[in-house]
Nanobody
Framework: QMQLVESGGGLVQPGGSLRLSCVASGVTFNRYAVNWYRQAPGKERDLVARISRGGNTNYAASVKGRFTISRDNAKNTVYLQMNSLKPEDTGVYYC?????????????WGQGTQVTVSS
């Protein structure tokens, strides 16, 4: 049984910062890779950042150098630090935890947290 809860979103001015959290329960969290996705109004859900079980990270080109994904397995939490925010970063941010097994990939989604960047 897995549950993911995102938090930390809100309204921020352009150039500001937010830190999103994704807290997992009911799972051996350190066995899972985690992705952050963003869904802007009227657009598809896109991958923003990912972190492997071993801590390797990758970012979408649009956020590279501004966002940092990290994990604290002792707290069952993955973070997305967002700096130098732009209006284009506005959207609902979702985390997904997943694991590859010999019977396929298992994944779990959070409910999302709203980020609005506006002056």
């Amino acid at each position: 049984q897995m549950q993911l809860v995102e938090s930390g979103g809100g309204l921020v001015q352009p150039g500001g910062s937010l830190r999103l959290s994704c807290v997992a329960s009911g799972v051996t969290f350190n066995r899972y890779a985690v992705n952050w996705y963003r869904q802007a109004p009227g657009k598809e859900r896109d991958l923003v950042a990912r972190i492997s079980r071993g801590g390797n990270t990758n970012y979408a080109a649009s956020v590279k150098g501004r966002f940092t994904i990290s994990r604290d397995n002792a707290k069952n939490t993955v973070y997305l630090q967002m700096n130098s925010l732009k209006p284009e970063d506005t959207g609902v941010y979702y985390c997904k935890a997943f694991i590859n097994t010999d019977r396929g990939t298992r994944d779990y989604w959070g409910q999302g947290t709203q980020v609005t960047v506006s002056s």
